[in-house]
């Protein structure tokens, strides 16, 4: 590249709770710049979280960071071409795209999930998450999964 990367830009943290966290995965929630809605929509589910989950001690934010944590990944395959051949090669995730990763397949499979209206989606998929199970959980064991198939090719490396 020619040019110095650009500056990471300083995320301001919500107004409920004080967290760039969570500002980060409204703006991935987001839609044509309604941020009030998206803010809304992820405070409602963990509202939604929060009922759901009585018996458990921890807060709804605590349950939501665990559930990201959990479908967080730690490698992930990426094509490399060597010689004539494509090479699927297990490379360890950055821990910044780690956290965009999850953030976006969380927000993807809540969308995909069917319900009332995006909150109950995305408090059904934030409640799968923190069990270990549902589609985003599932999408984290299959890049782990490819990952440690192609181990053999781990040697390409770039």
Known sequence: MRKTKPKKRKILPDPKFGDPMVTRFVNNLMRKGKKNLAFNVFYDALEIVETRMKDSEESALDIWKKALENITPQVEVK????????????????????????????????????????????????????????????????????????????????
């Not at 699927?88 to 950055?94: A, C, F, Y």
């Not at 409640?127 to 599932?138: M, R």
């Open 79 to 158: 094509s490399r071409r060597v010689g004539g051949a494509t090479f699927q090669v297990p490379m360890e995730v950055r821990p910044d795209r780690k956290i965009s990763l999850s953030m976006k397949n969380l927000i993807l499979f809540a969308r995909k999930r069917s319900g009332k209206n995006m909150s109950d989606k995305l408090a059904a998929e934030i409640v799968a998450a923190y069990s270990q199970e549902g589609a985003a959980f599932k999408r984290k064991e299959d890049m782990h999964r490819m990952a440690e198939a192609n181990k053999a090719f781990a040697h390409f490396r770039f």
